[in-house]
């Protein structure tokens, strides 16, 4: 399907069908528990959706935005790694995982990312402006050059994850800190 726009669709029940969807918007669609596997969205816009507990078994997304979108439990780490690339702003990506997924330049916007897997990412460049990671889970991390300045409540740990010309806040320095567990004061 190409520029098909989709308005408050409720697609629990017949899900959607497994086609290739290019330049198509979708707005305030219900998608929770949707099998999505083997769907393909090329340049697509996903705005006030729910995609909570969607499968993405093999799916693919290349340059697709979602916005203000609940997207409880997404294993994007299931998805075609090829060309996978999307932006998110506004969205709840609350235990989402991106095990091992290769995300070069990735922009979170206003999203909520608590309890969500980087374990093994690469996400070199990337970008969390003002995002919150509470308990959101580094490990052997690629943050490289990643921008985390306006970012909350995160915990990295620099021995386990590359952070090397990584940009951290003052105020955000005490996240990496944490596996020490040390008393910060800020002089107040």
Not at 24 to 40: E, K, N, P, R, V
Not at 71 to 87: I, K, T, V
């Amino acid at each position: 399907m190409i520029d098909q726009t989709f308005d408050k669709i409720d697609f629990k029940e017949d899900g959607l069908p497994k086609e290739e969807y290019d330049t198509c918007t979708f707005i305030s669609c219900d998608f929770y528990g949707t099998d999505l596997s083997g769907c393909s969205f090329l340049d697509c816009e996903f705005v006030g959706c729910n995609l909570s507990m969607a499968k993405l078994l093999k799916t693919s997304i290349q340059d697709t935005t979602f916005k203000n979108c609940k997207m409880l439990g997404l294993h994007f780490d299931q998805c075609n790694p090829f060309n996978l690339s999307f932006r998110f702003e506004g969205c709840t990506l609350n235990y989402a995982s991106f095990f091992k997924t290769k995300l070069k330049g990735i922009r979170f916007r206003d999203c909520q990312l608590q309890e969500a897997d980087f374990v093994e990412c690469d996400l070199s460049g990337a970008v969390f402006d003002n995002c919150d990671l509470l308990q959101a889970v580094f490990d052997r991390t690629n943050l490289e050059k990643a921008d985390l300045r306006t970012a909350v409540h995160y915990s990295i740990d620099p021995e386990n994850n590359r952070i090397r010309k990584a940009k951290f806040s003052f105020i955000g320095l005490a996240g990496l800190l944490d596996k020490y567990d040390i008393v910060i004061d800020n002089g107040n």
